[in-house]
């Protein structure tokens, strides 16, 4: 990845999305595989989205509030990545150990984000 995509975080989650659907599309179709992929598609999309809705907030309040849900959703994909690695769910361990990586990086530069977004919402008061 080069420096200029590190820091588009749209463009970042877009494609984190795509390598959420890549690794659904490779689960195993058994029971436990659909019910991991069904959540897996939700909530690894689900930051690309709410991402775009947090650059309409109506608030600095409503753009932390997007934001935090935002880190539930990745919080989320990470525990089912984990979850498909360790039962194993897939023969494409590659692809979860990337996602695993990606998902983790997401989350620290959010927490960072709400924690900055915070702390010049107190400045501003």
């Not at 659907?21 to 989205?49: D, F, K, M, W």
């Not at 935002?70 to 897939?90: D, H, Q, S, Y």
Request: hydrophobic share 40%; aromatic share 6%.
């Amino acid at each position: 990845m080069n420096e200029d995509k590190k820091y588009d975080l749209e463009e970042r989650l877009i494609e984190f999305a795509g390598l959420v659907i890549e690794i659904t599309e490779n689960l195993y179709t058994t029971r436990a595989g659909n019910h991991i992929t069904g959540q897996l598609v939700g909530s690894g999309t689900a930051p690309a989205l709410i991402y775009g809705e947090a650059q309409s907030a109506e608030s600095r309040n409503d753009f932390i509030h997007k934001l935090k849900i935002l880190l539930k959703e990745l919080r989320e994909t990470l525990i089912a990545m984990k979850i498909i690695k360790n039962v194993p769910l897939t023969k494409k361990f590659d692809l979860a150990d990337k996602g695993i990586i990606e998902c983790n990086e997401l989350i620290a530069i959010f927490v960072k984000s709400i924690e900055t977004a915070r702390k010049n919402n107190e400045k501003r008061k």
